[in-house]
């Protein structure tokens, strides 16, 4: 089956939300939302979110599904409150657990803050599947970014999350904690034994040199035979090499201390305190 994909693009954290929707009846999902977020002010926007939840509510959809690909470092899910004014179920990979045991140290988060997952409706694991409406969905387990990452694979569409970029952009970076460039490596392999005529989307796009507008939909076909990382016969041991140097040059994420603490909360803000004010904390020297 062939799902609709209608993509909404955040220049601002260069992330694409999808909603991906069932052409046989109204279900619909959303795939990595965006809460806006300025990090000089610490306010919160939903224009982003806004925009998603108008597109749904004005083609009379059902949201059944706000789907996460990983614990984004780059900007804040806007899961919940899209959840608060649509429906439907957070769905998240099972291995969550370990990205929360680990930044739940980093950001001393204490006892009170649950490392299990229960933050989330649904905890995917390899080979899961699910539907929305009639279209179904099944979940491939896609580590090396991050040790969560998932991509789900949607009737004739496979949502990448950051594991593939643009085939003229590569692959994501694999130096967060938990993350390895051996198992992106194995990740990407899933991913490409895919039919060549599988349509792929990704989480990001930063318009490759030489390229002048954002582009977030390729195949598997050309990513085997174009991607500048994985592509073009390039050896397992050639992509370690290369993605290693290359991270080894890569500044950390603009909004990676704040995204991090709201993500592994399924998009919830860290419990208010004695004022009523949530507080995101910095860990000096701690990333």
Request: with cysteine.
């Amino acid at each position: 089956m062939k799902p609709d994909v209608h993509a909404f693009f955040d220049e601002a954290t260069n992330t694409i939300t999808y909603v991906l929707h069932d052409p046989q009846g109204s279900a619909c999902a959303v795939i990595d939302s965006v809460l806006d977020f300025d990090y000089a002010s610490g306010r919160t926007d939903t224009r982003s979110a806004d925009a998603v939840v108008a597109f749904i509510r004005d083609k009379g959809w059902t949201l059944e599904w706000v789907l996460e690909t990983h614990v984004h470092a780059d900007h804040l899910s806007a899961a919940p409150y899209i959840q608060e004014r649509l429906g439907g179920r957070i769905g998240i990979g099972e291995r969550i657990t370990q990205v929360q045991e680990t930044f739940g140290k980093i950001f001393n988060e204490g006892t009170r803050f649950q490392r299990d997952g229960s933050q989330f409706d649904r905890l995917f694991r390899e080979g899961d599947i699910f539907m929305i409406g009639q279209l179904r969905g099944e979940v491939l387990h896609t580590p090396g970014h991050t040790p969560a990452c998932l991509t789900y694979v949607i009737g004739d569409a496979a949502f990448v999350g950051d594991t593939l970029f643009m085939p003229d952009f590569g692959t994501a970076r694999c130096d967060f904690p938990g993350g390895s460039a051996e198992v992106m490596w194995n990740s990407v392999q899933k991913i490409l034994s895919l039919p060549d005529e599988t349509r792929i989307f990704v989480g990001h796009d930063y318009k490759a040199p030489g390229r002048e507008v954002y582009a977030w939909e390729t195949t598997v076909g050309a990513q085997k035979a174009l991607n500048v990382h994985v592509g073009a016969g390039r050896s397992k041991e050639e992509f370690v090499v290369l993605r290693e140097k290359r991270d080894a040059t890569l500044a950390m994420p603009r909004l990676i201390v704040p995204s991090l603490q709201v993500n592994m909360r399924a998009g919830q803000m860290p419990e208010p305190e004695d004022n009523g004010l949530s507080y995101l904390k910095v860990p000096i020297n701690g990333l």
